[in-house]
């Protein structure tokens, strides 16, 4: 954290973070995530990486949700989430949609670059094995509507890969 | 359109379609796209490989709307585009939001493919100038809300790369 106070203003901005992957991450609507992710597959030949799912939480909740499953496609990976405001998802999604999943070595500069471009960041860096396939992970909103989600490299994704 | 028609049903299901790129499409509100590009770049270090501007139309129009730019950010083209009704457009843009382009040489058997997994076409498939770099293009909203564009490759953009 005491980089990101480091690279306040100025610093920030002029910052060079460089990014390793860009992901875009569908969340749908809970429990639907096994389903999208076989209508990938069928749709179009998505190929499934591997899979997180939430730990099972609730004795209402028959089946553990889907926290971050990875698909290829066309060399690209795309990742499927079940939408959840559930305590153990280490970024809460905020409803359903698409959002844009960047990697980088430097979470906190790449946060601080961000914010200080105009992007807000909303709630605090997080550690966590879910969303991106587990490590650091901050999120932030830039100013035209759009959720970017800024992780340290995927672990499990590398393996896969 | 004959190849739609051939590939119904359980073929279509069967047919395989090799997808040669994934790219995430920001839609904003017009005529901000503009103004998101240089945000990405500051934000994010994107840089521009290219941007297909709207043909002018109307008279009270200052500036011409942006139909797609290409960026790149981690070797991914992210492309950004104003969203707009114009008769102009290949494809309409049913409001802001982000869209999934997928590269194909075959769009028909795509699109035919993707409807008979369940999701639905939208429009008929056109050829333009504008969305995804140029070519043929074909829109499917998938089961659980998303957009995903299939278009024929870049022409623009794999002469930029």
Redesign the interface.
């Known amino acids: 954290m005491a980089q990101v106070e480091v690279l306040n203003g100025g610093a920030a901005?002029k910052a060079?973070?460089a990014?390793?992957?860009?992901k875009?991450q569908?969340v749908?609507?809970a429990p639907?995530a096994g389903?999208?992710i076989e209508?990938?597959k069928?749709?179009?030949?998505a190929e499934e990486l591997g899979r997180t799912l939430h730990p099972k939480r609730k004795a209402d909740q028959e089946l553990p949700l889907v926290l971050s499953a990875q698909l290829e496609?066309?060399?690209?990976t795309?990742l499927v989430s079940d939408c959840t405001d559930e305590s153990a998802a280490p970024v809460k999604t905020a409803g359903?949609?698409?959002m844009?999943c960047?990697?980088t070595e430097d979470v906190e500069a790449?946060v601080a670059?961000?914010v200080a471009?105009?992007?807000t960041a909303e709630g605090e860096l997080v550690e966590g094995d879910g969303a991106c396939c587990g490590g650091r992970v901050g999120k932030v909103k830039?100013?035209?509507?759009?959720t970017?989600l800024i992780c340290s490299p995927a672990k499990k994704c590398a393996e896969a890969e």
């Open positions: 901005e060079v973070v990014f390793t992957a860009v875009p569908l749908v609507e639907k389903d999208a209508f990938y069928s749709a179009f030949g496609l066309a060399g690209t795309i359903t949609g698409c844009l960047l990697e790449a670059k961000a471009a105009g992007a830039d100013p035209y509507g759009f970017w």
